[in-house]
């Protein structure tokens, strides 16, 4: 994935996984490089059943061992309902990288121009929550 203006191979990194029952049902991959810790990739399913919230809560423990202070991300400007979910985990809007998407496009062509609700998809948007 992309992130910054940089690639990065998810599975180079450590992963927290959600289980209901022993079945996976949700993922989190995370950079920690102290004194800040980047999430690289959250995804739950089914959705709105906490399960995201609880990759959050793990992974803020587990930045806090890795010694670091600074848990952030960048999202897309079409994912509002990530910044709902995120702004009420602890999270502020630390920057907006306009055009990064647009930037990261040009080297993954499959990134698509259209997002959620019909939004297209241009600028990345920087959260952090300080630990
Ligand atoms: C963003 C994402 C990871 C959130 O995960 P989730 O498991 O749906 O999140 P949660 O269930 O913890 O919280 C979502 C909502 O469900 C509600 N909820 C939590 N537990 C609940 C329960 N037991 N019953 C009903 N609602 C519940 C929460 O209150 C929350 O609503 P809020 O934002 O108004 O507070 C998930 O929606 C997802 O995978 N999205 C697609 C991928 C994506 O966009 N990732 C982020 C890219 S940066």
Redesign the pocket.
């Known amino acids: 994935m992309w992130s910054r203006g940089v690639a990065h191979r998810v599975s180079d990194w450590p992963a927290l996984v959600a289980e209901i029952g022993g079945a996976p049902c949700?993922l989190l991959a995370y950079r920690p490089a102290p004194p800040e810790c980047a999430?690289l990739?959250?995804?739950?399913?089914?959705?709105?059943?906490?399960?995201?919230?609880?990759?959050?809560a793990a992974v803020v423990e587990a930045a806090k061992t890795a010694g670091c202070a600074r848990l952030w991300?960048?999202?897309?400007n079409d994912?509002v309902?990530?910044l709902?979910?995120?702004q009420?985990?602890g999270f502020a809007l630390a920057a907006v990288h306009r055009g990064q998407i647009d930037e990261a496009r040009k080297h993954k062509p499959s990134i698509p121009r259209d997002g959620r609700y019909g939004i297209p998809i241009r600028d990345e948007i920087e959260l952090e929550r300080l630990l």
Not at 41 to 56: K, Y
Not at 73 to 76: K, R, S
């Open positions: 949700g999430i990739v959250i995804d739950a399913e089914p959705r709105h059943q906490g399960i995201g919230s609880a990759l959050i991300l960048v999202t897309t994912n309902d990530a709902r979910f995120y009420r985990r």
